[in-house]
């Protein structure tokens, strides 16, 4: 069986909240840029990274 990775809390995070919270999957948001560090910055960050990944998805 495969590795796997995640979980339901862990997509909720992603889903509706606005930084991460220091849990084991931290190091995954660092690895796959989707970390999240609760400024208006990130916030910025985070919707570019949105946009284009609905606008160009692979």
């Known amino acids: ?3 796997e990775v995640g979980d339901f809390f862990h997509q909720l995070h992603h889903r509706f909240f606005d930084c991460n919270y220091g849990t084991d ?3 995954w948001d660092e690895w796959f840029g989707t970390f999240h560090d609760g400024t208006d910055e990130g916030n910025e960050l ?3 990274r949105r ?3 609905w606008l160009n998805p692979s």
Do not use: Q, R, V, Y
């Open 1 to 3: 069986k495969g590795l």
């Open 25 to 27: 999957e931290t190091p």
């Open 46 to 48: 985070i919707k570019e």
């Open 51 to 53: 946009s284009k990944i």
